[in-house]
T-cell receptor, first 116, second 109 residues
Framework: EAQVTQNPRYLITVTGKKLTVTCSQN?????MSWYRQDPGLGLRQIYY???????DKGDVPEGYKVSRKEKRNFPLILESPSPNQTSLYFC???????????????FGAGSRLTVL | GQNIDQPTEMTATEGAIVQINCTYQ??????LFWYQQHAGEAPTFLSY??LDGLEEKGRFSSFLSRSKGYSYLLLKELQMKDSASYLC??????????WGAGTKLIIKP
């Protein structure tokens, strides 16, 4: 079964405590991306990756890091979380190339993060 | 700047028809997507338009006019399970997706 798996699904943490949200896909998709979703603002892209070892900033990359060492995994790292990073996070994958961008996105179930 | 506008919220009656509009102003155009998102869940793909006209898929249809920067999603024979948010997204000239804030559709019996 085609899947995009995010962990953890829910997390409450404190300011400054480093955390990683993992994302794994079994569809062999080249494109992977992280979004955050806040009420009234819609989906905002944090980082994306067109392939292994290739990552690019999205619209709101400040305070986040990513890596793409393997095709299937694209972890999101918050080195020093702050309360304004409290949000619902989605990982998404798609087929696509650098000359065409992402095709239809398949999203993970979401990770709800609260930073106190 | 780039912008996508959708109504924030709409209400419709079970069994009726509803049209959700999306207008966009982007640097270039390489396709428009509609996604459905139930509360607390992930968005799921509904439709894709890159050429002008109507794309029909069961009870759902999506229309595009590139000259007007306009699309709509038409939902027929509304069911309670259609209560969700509907997200419009445009792929711009750099092949990046620009997202609208979404339209929350409330279905009443």
């Amino acid at each position: 079964e085609a899947q995009v798996t995010q962990n953890p699904r829910y997390l409450i943490t404190v300011t400054g405590k480093k955390l990683t949200v993992t994302c794994s896909q079994n569809m062999n998709h080249e494109y992977m991306s992280w979004y955050r979703q806040d009420p009234g603002l819609g989906l905002r892209q944090i980082y994306y990756s067109m392939n292994v070892e290739v990552t690019d900033k999205g619209d709101v990359p400040e305070g986040y890091k990513v890596s793409r060492k393997e095709k299937r995994n694209f972890p999101l790292i918050l080195e020093s979380p702050s309360p304004n990073q409290t949000s619902l996070y989605f990982c998404a994958t798609a087929t696509g190339t650098s000359s065409s961008g992402a095709n239809v996105l398949t999203f993970g179930a979401g990770s709800r993060l609260t930073v106190l | 700047g780039q912008n996508i506008d959708q109504p924030t919220e709409m209400t419709a009656t079970e069994g009726a028809i509803v049209q959700i509009n999306c207008t966009y102003q982007t640097s270039g155009f390489n396709g428009l997507f509609w996604y459905q998102q139930h509360a607390g869940e992930a968005p799921t793909f509904l439709s894709y338009n890159v050429l002008d006209g109507l794309e029909e898929k069961g009870r759902f249809s999506s229309f595009l006019s590139r000259s007007k920067g306009y699309s709509y999603l038409l939902l027929k024979e509304l069911q309670m399970k259609d209560s969700a948010s509907y997200l419009c997204a445009v792929k711009d000239s750099n092949y990046q997706l620009i997202w609208g804030a979404g339209t929350k559709l409330i279905i009443k019996p």
